[in-house]
């Protein structure tokens, strides 16, 4: 986006700044303002995000609430959660003529993000913050939260929408990727084990992140602890599986997302017993019986879920994730491939991990 245009945004939040583009999102346009100190600015996806407001309304009261917790266990809210920078009308978000939506955070400083886990460490310090994070909304009404993605982590939904998608065909490209559709369709037995258990009530709906990607929480350049969990245009009603599944997917991988090499990609063991233990540490007996039991195959299932989403984007001509190549959502799906099938393998091994980690914590 024109320079001069971003600068009369940031204008309606009071703030003289210029704004270049920072992070590597998949779904919102993220910018850093340079003027000290620092802000990060970013254009709201509504092509994702079709309610925006609502977006906005829930990270306002999510705030609101992490703040007052963060405060009464003596920590440091500027840095531990985001804040919002209201605009001059007292909104937390712009609306331009053109229909986009801003919004502007404090950016916090000396921090970094992680693309991939360098070590098991940051594995640890990522389970003990979302952990932690799941512990400080215990509590906090899921059901006034608004939907910002209906279905979201409906995983036989994301299936029906993957047969959908190789049916109608609209890129011509189902006939290349034969070999990693019927990859998927033989994990498909494992989709309804998180919905299903929701919806009979085996496990419990709480406010869930639903997007905990390593990238998706900073950490302390010095200390590499992490600091604070950012991303929150997807906190809604979900189940704590969603989280703890989804952050393995990326997380325990020994590489990026989107790594060609196949030979290097596999669901690394101590990297997933690290995020284990910080998730349960963090979570502080929050966490139930059931939830524990289905703790080792909700990295299967959310990892299974994120990789036919990728090809079904591939499937329908790359219209939701933002991609830097060609092929690069087949890329993608492919990694996801790979890992389901090693942690297929590696599940007994998983589910005494988690016994483990919970009986010491
Ligand atoms: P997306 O939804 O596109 O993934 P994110 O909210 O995750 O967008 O932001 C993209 C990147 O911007 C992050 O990975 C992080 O590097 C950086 N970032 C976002 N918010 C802040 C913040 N308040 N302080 C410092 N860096 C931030
Ligand atoms: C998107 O916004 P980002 O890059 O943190 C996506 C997640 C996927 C992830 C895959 C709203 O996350 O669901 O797991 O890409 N977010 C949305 O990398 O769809
Ligand atoms: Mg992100």
């Not at 320079?3 to 270049?20: P, Y």
């Not at 990270?59 to 440091?76: F, P, Y």
Request: glycine content about 8%.
């Amino acid at each position: 986006m024109e320079k001069e245009k971003l600068r009369e945004i940031i204008d309606r939040f009071d703030v003289v700044s210029t704004a270049v583009p920072y992070g590597n999102g998949h779904i919102n346009d993220t910018y850093f303002c340079e003027t000290s100190p620092g802000f990060i600015l970013q254009r709201i996806n509504v092509n994702v995000f079709k309610e925006p407001e609502g977006v906005m309304s829930n990270i306002e009261r999510v705030t609101a609430h992490l703040r007052l917790k963060i405060q009464k266990e003596g920590g440091d809210p500027s840095r531990e959660t985001l804040n919002l920078i209201l605009a001059r009308d007292g909104k937390s978000f712009v609306k331009t003529p053109d229909g986009d939506y801003f919004r502007l955070y404090d950016y916090i400083k000396d921090t970094v993000c992680h693309e991939t886990a360098e070590n098991e460490g940051q594995l640890f310090e990522a389970g003990r913050i979302f952990g932690r994070f799941q512990r400080m909304l215990d509590g906090f009404p899921a059901d006034a939260l608004f939907d910002t993605i209906p279905d979201f982590h409906n995983t036989p939904k994301r299936v029906k929408a993957f047969h959908d998608a190789i049916n109608e065909n609209k890129a011509g490209r189902a006939g290349a990727c034969e070999e990693e559709i019927r990859g998927f369709e033989a994990f498909e037995k494992y989709a309804g084990l998180i919905c299903g258990a929701l919806e009979k009530g085996e496990i419990p709906e709480r406010v869930t992140h639903n997007d905990t990607k390593l990238n998706n929480v900073l950490f302390d350049k010095e200390t590499d602890k992490a600091v604070c969990v950012i991303d929150l245009d997807t906190v809604m009603s979900g189940s704590l599986l969603y989280d703890y599944g989804d952050a393995l997917r990326f997380g325990a991988s020994s590489a990026a997302e989107d790594e060609r090499d196949l030979s290097r990609v596999f669901f690394d063991l101590k990297k997933f017993e690290s995020f284990t233990k910080g998730f349960l540490l963090g979570a502080k007996g929050c966490v139930t019986k059931k939830e524990l039991e289905l703790m080792p195959v909700s990295a299967l299932i959310m990892t299974f879920e994120c990789g036919i989403r990728f090809l079904t984007d591939y499937l329908n001509g790359d219209v939701y994730f933002k991609i830097h190549r060609k092929e690069h959502n087949l890329d993608r799906a492919r990694t996801q491939l790979k890992l389901i099938r090693d942690i297929e393998r590696k599940l007994t091994d998983m589910e005494k991990t988690v016994s483990a980690c919970a009986a010491s914590v």
